[in-house]
C-alpha cells in the first residue's frame, strides 16, 4: 500500500502506563515528518472510563498542537480483541480487558478508527518509514525480542493479523524438545521465549557464571567473559532455530529486529548463520535487519494504519 500524495495522520500508541500521540506528514516514497507529538498517563488504576478521556484528551491535544482535526486515527495497543464480541483482550491495561473499547472510542471520537496489536504497528512501522522500507512491496515480518519474543507480518504495506489476530507470534514455537525443553507459562515446553528473550539470557548467564548481569551487560562481555560467550551462542542458536522455521513457512522479503535484545550483534552473524544451517534450503538470502524508527516504532505503525487508501476508505 502506497499512497500518491502526501498525507497527514493520526497514530496512537497505547499502553499500560504511558498514551503517546503523534501526527505525522507522509510522503509517498515513505519519507516523514513528525508535526507534533504529545504524550499522558494512561490512568488504568483509575479504571475503564478515565483511560477513554485520556485517549481522547491527548487525542485532542496533539491535533491542536499541530493546526488539524478530525483526521484518521490508527490505534495500537497490546493485546487483540475477541473476534466474537469486539472485546479487548490480553491488554496489560487490565480494565480494558473484556469491554469495547474500539467501539466506545469511536463513538467518544465520532470517527473511524483502525487498531491493531503493537507488534503488528511495529513491524508496520518498520515495513513502509523503517529500516524494511525498501521490502515494503513484498513480505515484512518484524521481530520483537524484549522481555518477551513477539512479532508481527506485514504484506504489500498492510498488517497481516491473521484468522486468529496471531499471525507472527513465533515465541510460542517449540526450539528445544525433551529434557532439554523447559516449560513455559503458556502451557506447552521448550518454546522459542524460553531461550531468546531478555530474562531467558539473563537466566542462562547466572546459571553458568552464578552472577546476575542485565541482557546489555552480557552482550558487551562476549569477547572477554566465556560464560557470556557461552549464554550468547545459545540465544543464537534459538533464533536461528526460530528463524528457519519462520524462512520455511513464510519465506518473507526482510525481517527486521526491534525489542532490547535487537542490540545484540552476534543475532545479525551467529544467529543466521544458525538460520543458514537448518533452512530448508542450500542458501539463506533474506536480509535480517536492525529496526531504523527505535521506541517511535510504535506509534508511527499505528498512523500508518490509516494512510493509504483506507484513510480514504474510512
Ligand atoms: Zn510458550
Redesign the pocket.
Known amino acids: 500500500m502506497t499512497a500518491s500524495r502526501d498525507e497527514i495522520v493520526v497514530g496512537v500508541d497505547l499502553g499500560g502506563t504511558k498514551i503517546e500521540a503523534v501526527v505525522v506528514r507522509v510522503r509517498p516514497d515513505g519519507d516523514f515528518d513528525v508535526l507534533a507529538r504529545d504524550r499522558t498517563d494512561t490512568r488504568a488504576s483509575e479504571g475503564y472510563d478515565a483511560v477513554l478521556e485520556s485517549a481522547a484528551t491527548v487525542i485532542a491535544r496533539v491535533e491542536a498542537s499541530a493546526g488539524v482535526r478530525a483526521r484518521p486515527i490508527g490505534v495500537g495497543m497490546p493485546g487483540g480483541v475477541r473476534r466474537s464480541d469486539g472485546a479487548v483482550k490480553n491488554s496489560n491495561a487490565t480494565c480494558l480487558n473484556g469491554r469495547p473499547f474500539r467501539e466506545d472510542l469511536r463513538a467518544k471520537l465520532r470517527r473511524a478508527i483502525a487498531f491493531e496489536n503493537d507488534a503488528n504497528c511495529f513491524a508496520l512501522a518498520e515495513a513502509t518509514l523503517g529500516a524494511a522500507r525498501a521490502y515494503r512491496d513484498g513480505v515484512v515480518f518484524g521481530v520483537i525480542m524484549g522481555t518477551g519474543v513477539g512479532g508481527g507480518v506485514v504484506l504489500q504495506g498492510r498488517p497481516w493479523p491473521g484468522l486468529h489476530g496471531i499471525a507472527g507470534e513465533w515465541?510460542?514455537h517449540p526450539v528445544r524438545f525433551g529434557d532439554d525443553a523447559e516449560p513455559?507459562?503458556?502451557?506447552?515446553r521448550g518454546?522459542l521465549?524460553?531461550y531468546a528473550s531478555g530474562p531467558a539470557l539473563e537466566a542462562r548467564y547466572a546459571k553458568l557464571s552464578g552472577q546476575r548481569h542485565s541482557a546489555t551487560e552480557i552482550a558487551g562481555m562476549y569477547e572477554t567473559d566465556p560464560h557470556a560467550r557461552e549464554a550468547l551462542s545459545s540465544l543464537c542458536e534459538a533464533f536461528g532455530r526460530g528463524l528457519a522455521t519462520l524462512v520455511d513457512v513464510l519465506d518473507p522479503s526482510c525481517v527486521v529486529l526491534g525489542g532490547g535484545l535487537s542490540n545484540v550483534a552476534l543475532l545479525y552473524t551467529e544467529g543466521v548463520a544458525a538460520a543458514r544451517a537448518q533452512v530448508f534450503n542450500d542458501e539463506l538470502l533474506t536480509p535480517v535487519v536492525k529496526n531504523a524508527l527505535g521506541d517511535s516504532a510504535g506509534v508511527l505503525g499505528a498512523a500508518m494504519l490509516v494512510a493509504g487508501e483506507r484513510a480514504h476508505a474510512g
Do not use: D, P, S
Request: net charge neutral; hydrophobic share 0%.
Open positions: 515465541g510460542h513455559c507459562y503458556c502451557g506447552q518454546c521465549e524460553r
